[in-house]
């Protein structure tokens, strides 16, 4: 079993900044992704940045590129999502996610473990 705490999160200006931090915990396999995704009430859960673990590799979404950035700190086994220049449209509920295979970090429906969601809203 693999746990991730989530946090980070709350109420932040248009423009402004934050971010979200994801600790795992438990059974950690040495190769695995770990992604963050988004939720409206009523909408489809929506893919936001992902990192692959052993080297690194990171994949965002078109609507988040160059204004959010999905990292690692390997000795903490935590994964940060730094959102900036936040839009009113990147108000959501943010989750982390992760599994142990090599999967396509855009597809959730992979992904074997969750944590809890924490809400992001940009103000307009």
């Known amino acids: 079993q693999v746990q991730l705490a989530v946090t980070g999160g709350g109420l932040v200006q248009a423009g402004g900044s934050l971010r979200l931090s994801c600790a795992a915990s438990?059974?950690?396999?040495?190769?695995?992704?770990m992604g963050w995704f988004r939720q409206a009430p009523g909408k489809e859960r929506e893919f936001v940045a992902a990192?692959?673990?052993?080297?690194?590799?990171?994949y965002y979404a078109p609507s988040v590129k160059g204004r959010f950035t999905i990292s690692r700190d390997n000795a903490k086994s935590t994964v940060y999502l730094q959102m900036s220049s936040l839009k009113p449209e990147d108000t959501d509920v943010y989750s982390c996610?992760?599994?142990?295979?090599?999967?396509?970090?855009?597809?959730?429906?992979?992904?074997?473990?969750w944590g809890r969601g924490t809400q992001v809203t940009g103000s307009s």
């Open positions: 996610a992760v599994d142990g295979q090599d999967i396509r970090p855009q597809l959730h429906y992979a992904y074997e473990y």
């Open positions: 438990g059974r950690i396999l040495s190769y695995y992704t």
């Open positions: 990192i692959k673990w052993g080297n690194g590799d990171t």
